[in-house]
C-alpha cells in the first residue's frame, strides 16, 4: 500500500519528500 501512496504522490513533484516519510512510517508501524 505504501508503494501506491509513493507513486500517488510523485505525480506531485514537490509532495515526492511527504511521501517518503509517510512510507516510512507504515514501515516503522
Given amino acids: ?3 501506491i ?3 500517488y504522490y510523485s505525480q506531485g513533484g ?3 519528500d511527504m511521501a517518503q516519510l ?3 512510517g507504515i514501515e516503522s508501524v
Fill in 5 to 7: 501512496l509513493v507513486l
Fill in 22 to 24: 509517510i512510507a516510512r
Fill in 14 to 16: 514537490a509532495v515526492r
Fill in 1 to 3: 500500500m505504501n508503494e
